[in-house]
C-alpha cells in the first residue's frame, strides 16, 4: 500500500478500543450507581468525573498555564469536591 493513506492501523485501533471500553465500564457503573442512590444524589456524584478529567488535563498536559489560572481552577475543584461530600452525606443509611 505504498502512498496510500491506511483508514486503520492497528495501535490506534487498540487505543480506541481500550478507551471506548473503559468509558463503557464508567457508564455502567454510573447507571448502577445512580439506581442505587437515587436520581437527587446518585447523578450530581456520577458528573465528578469532569473534575477527574480536568485535572488529568489541568496535571498531565499543561492546560491552564498561569498561577491565578490554577489557583481559580484548584478552589472550583475543592468547591465540586466539597459539595460531594455533603451529597454522599446526605444519603439516609
Do not use: I, M
Not at 1 to 25: F, I, N, Q, V
Amino acid at each position: 500500500l505504498r502512498g496510500k493513506a491506511r483508514l486503520l492501523d492497528r495501535e490506534s485501533a487498540g487505543a480506541g478500543l481500550a478507551a471506548g471500553s473503559l468509558w463503557a465500564l464508567g457508564n455502567f457503573a454510573s447507571v448502577h450507581a445512580v439506581a442505587g442512590l437515587g436520581q437527587a444524589v446518585g447523578f450530581p456524584l456520577t458528573q465528578v468525573c469532569v473534575l477527574v478529567s480536568s485535572l488529568y488535563g489541568v496535571c498531565c498536559f499543561g492546560e491552564l498555564p498561569g498561577h491565578r489560572a490554577r489557583g481559580l481552577f484548584f478552589t472550583a475543584a475543592g468547591v465540586v469536591l466539597f459539595g460531594a461530600v455533603l451529597l454522599a452525606g446526605s444519603r439516609d443509611g
